[in-house]
């Protein structure tokens, strides 16, 4: 199974199953996320910015790509509400803005 690995909580690798977000993969591990609408493409609190294997990831939804069109949401970065990890590992980390004042973030 594809894994994300996430650089600033301590390198926290969580597989990733097929057709699974990778905000639901978090959640199965125990693992609290920003995602302020709940999971469903209206907001961008649970965007991740992705360092490695962005080609890994599913084609861009719909919502994705309109939070694109707006600025809101960079060439680097996914939701992880809309995202799947498809064909290999990928690796990001939690943007400054979304982070969660409960947890401890590495650099």
Do not use: F
């Not at 995602?35 to 907001?43: F, L, V």
């Not at 790509?65 to 590992?89: F, H, P």
Request: glycine share 10%; charged share 20%.
């Amino acid at each position: 199974m594809p894994k994300l690995t996430v650089q600033n909580l301590a390198g926290l690798a969580v597989e990733v199953a097929p057709g699974q977000t990778l905000l639901h993969a978090l959640q199965a591990q125990g693992i609290d996320w920003m995602h302020a609408c709940g999971g469903k493409g209206r907001c961008t609190t649970c965007r991740i910015t992705v360092l490695q294997g962005i080609e890994h990831m599913g084609p861009l939804t719909e919502s994705e790509m309109r939070y694109r069109s707006k600025g809101r949401l960079q060439d680097n970065e996914r939701l992880t509400c809309q995202c799947t990890l498809t064909r290999g590992d990928a690796t990001g980390k939690v943007p400054n803005p979304t982070k969660l004042p409960h947890l401890t973030y590495t650099s």
